[in-house]
């Protein structure tokens, strides 16, 4: 049965490298394949970490059969929040216009903040809140206690390697925090390598 490459929470690029850099190390392994239909709900839960490699495991694109909103931009990752139900058939993915922004509903963001020129809105947006959902706070009908999901794509050697991550925000609240690799004792022995380092083309730059 498939597995998710690891259990926690990526905070930062630098903890899907290190997530990588135990696959390359052989003490994770990359997933082969997309879950099946009937393996979705007991992998596609909190706290689940996949990383798969865009050739050898043939997926072209990552379905876990959840309703996502459009993605937005937080630090280096995608992030998309789950919806109460899916867009209906050609209805145009919009976010619910803002009566404090007078630029529209195309925003261009950067670590999760609007950056359209109006930042009365966001200014109100409790930091937590952020750090938790990014930008997606209320554009679209989102489901009550739904999951969050993160992508980010990395490159070493000419090879792609996608992770895709989900956690609930009420598991990184207060004492329910997810484990991170930087901080979690079974990564103490892993050093990313410079090269797998180096080679990413991150917007926001990783703390050393």
């Given at each position: 049965?498939?597995?998710?490459?690891?259990?926690?929470?990526?905070?930062?690029?630098?903890?899907?490298?290190?997530?990588?850099?135990?696959?390359?190390?052989?003490?994770?392994?990359?997933?082969?394949?997309?879950?099946?239909?009937?393996?979705?709900?007991?992998?596609?839960?909190?706290?689940?970490?996949?990383?798969?490699?865009?050739?050898?495991?043939?997926?072209?694109?990552?379905?876990?059969?959840?309703?996502?909103?459009?993605?937005?931009?937080?630090?280096?990752?995608?992030?998309?929040?789950?919806?109460?139900?899916?867009?209906?058939?050609?209805?145009k993915k919009?976010?619910?216009?803002?009566?404090?922004?007078?630029?529209?509903?195309?925003?261009?963001?950067?670590?999760?903040?609007?950056?359209?020129?109006?930042?009365?809105?966001?200014?109100?947006?409790?930091?937590?809140?952020?750090?938790?959902?990014?930008?997606?706070?209320?554009?679209?009908?989102?489901?009550?206690?739904?999951?969050?999901?993160?992508?980010?794509?990395?490159?070493?050697?000419?090879?792609?390697?996608?992770?895709?991550?989900?956690?609930?925000?009420?598991?990184?609240?207060?004492?329910?925090?997810?484990?991170?690799?930087?901080?979690?004792?079974?990564?103490?022995?892993?050093?990313?390598?410079?090269?797998?380092?180096?080679?990413?083309?991150?917007?926001?730059?990783?703390p050393e």
């Open positions: 049965p498939m597995q998710p490459t690891w259990f926690g929470h990526l905070l930062t690029a630098k903890d899907a490298l290190i997530i990588l850099e135990a696959c390359l190390q052989g003490k994770l392994q990359h997933c082969p394949r997309r879950p099946h239909d009937r393996e979705r709900p007991n992998l596609i839960k909190s706290g689940a970490v996949f990383i798969y490699e865009e050739n050898a495991s043939g997926i072209k694109r990552w379905t876990d059969g959840l309703n996502w909103s459009p993605s937005r931009i937080m630090g280096n990752y995608l992030v998309y929040r789950e919806l109460k139900e899916p867009f209906a058939p050609g209805e919009r976010a619910s216009k803002k009566k404090t922004s007078s630029s529209g509903d195309d925003r261009t963001l950067n670590g999760g903040i609007d950056s359209s020129g109006s930042h009365n809105a966001s200014q109100y947006i409790d930091e937590d809140e952020r750090r938790l959902f990014g930008s997606l706070i209320d554009s679209y009908p989102f489901k009550e206690d739904g999951l969050m999901k993160k992508t980010i794509t990395l490159k070493y050697r000419n090879i792609i390697h996608h992770v895709v991550s989900y956690y609930d925000p009420r598991d990184l609240r207060g004492d329910k925090t997810l484990f991170r690799p930087l901080n979690h004792p079974d990564f103490q022995g892993i050093t990313v390598r410079p090269e797998l380092e180096h080679c990413q083309k991150f917007k926001v730059p990783i």
